[in-house]
């Protein structure tokens, strides 16, 4: 279900309309995987303010395990992770230095679930009706989204799972949420998954 739209930003600077134009596919790509949804809700241009950080949140996806942060990228040739994990994008024939749209996420994730913890009793029921239902155990998955005319190219095949082209990220979100219905499953034997699994809020 979409619950905030995504509407496009006006600009004269060529750089910023890359931006958006790679921020529209990936709206795209979400609104018509989850459009017809009754548990995951689709939100885009999040901006979050909490004990004077700021943040903007490309595209957020809510499910009931948690929420999925989708960082927009747009790359019209190639980004490369190197051997220490750091990110570079290619500009003409050279390679330049660019910062990790994956710990950019990360940090929104974070700031979003501190915000949410300090507003638990009004969001959240009680357990049992004794204890306060938490924030603590949400998930926040990450990802990078690389617009469908570049590539990503790593160092190591393990390397960044979640750097996808625009296209794959909605069926990732969706797999994410699978695993966890399936690790809070009654039918789950492994006591370790049940414990370290999310709640399902």
């Not at 999040?46 to 942060?69: C, M, R, S, T, Y």
């Not at 938490?134 to 617009?147: E, K, P, Q, R």
């Amino acid at each position: 279900m979409i619950i905030k739209p995504y509407v496009p930003r006006a600009s004269s600077d060529a750089r910023l309309k890359a931006g958006v134009a790679a921020e529209r596919q990936m709206a795209h790509y979400l609104d018509r995987h989850f459009r017809d949804s009754k548990k995951l809700f689709v939100l885009h241009d999040i901006k979050l303010e909490f004990e004077g950080e700021n943040a903007q949140i490309d595209h957020l996806v809510v499910h009931p395990f948690g929420v999925a942060i989708v960082e927009s990228k747009s790359v019209s040739t190639s980004v490369r992770l190197t051997d220490m994990d750091e990110w570079e994008r290619r500009i003409g024939r050279s390679w330049s230095g660019m910062p990790s749209p994956l710990l950019q996420a990360e940090r929104q994730g974070k700031l979003l679930k501190s915000l949410l913890k300090t507003r638990e009793a009004d969001l959240l029921d009680k357990v049992l009706g004794l204890a306060q239902g938490t924030f603590s155990l949400m998930a926040v998955d990450v990802f990078a989204a690389v617009s469908d005319s570049g590539t990503i190219q790593r160092a190591r095949k393990d390397q960044a799972p979640n750097a996808l082209k625009a296209d794959a990220i909605p069926a990732a979100i969706e797999a994410a949420v699978v695993g966890y219905r399936r690790a809070t499953s009654l039918l789950t034997l492994d006591i370790k998954a049940i414990v370290k699994a999310p709640r399902d809020f």
